[in-house]
């Protein structure tokens, strides 16, 4: 039985990839989105993934949207502690803005409270107004 011999790629040869595919895919992506995108040019197991994910989301090049379970490529040049983002519950949009006068709220109170923050994403859940538009 002859084995298949697979070159393992370095780990920002990985990041650069698995990041053109969430750029490329334009909308949020789960790590077997991803797997199954890039599956004519590269052999990735989930674990590999997960962790240039984490690569990524550290590096600022990426974000978590925790309510969806899903990754996407930053979109903006800096995030002044923490990345906003408006989900559409109907067509799927995600917008990623700023809000820093929201940011400064919550870091004030985590300050006040002597709370650490590891990390801050803000999701809003709603309806775009394109969505907003064709129901009315």
Known sequence: MIKKVTKRRPAQEQDKLIFSALRESGRPVSAYEIIDQLRDRATLAPQTVYRALDR???????????????????GQSSHQGAAVFA?????????????PRAV???????KRSKYTVRAMTLELRGRCAACTAQMA
């Open 56 to 74: 990524l989301i550290a590096s600022g090049s990426a974000h978590r949207l925790e309510s969806l379970n899903a990754f996407v490529a930053c």
């Open 87 to 99: 989900i559409c519950d109907d067509c799927g949009t995600v917008t990623e803005f700023a809000e």
């Open 104 to 110: 400064e709220a919550l870091s004030g109170w985590a």
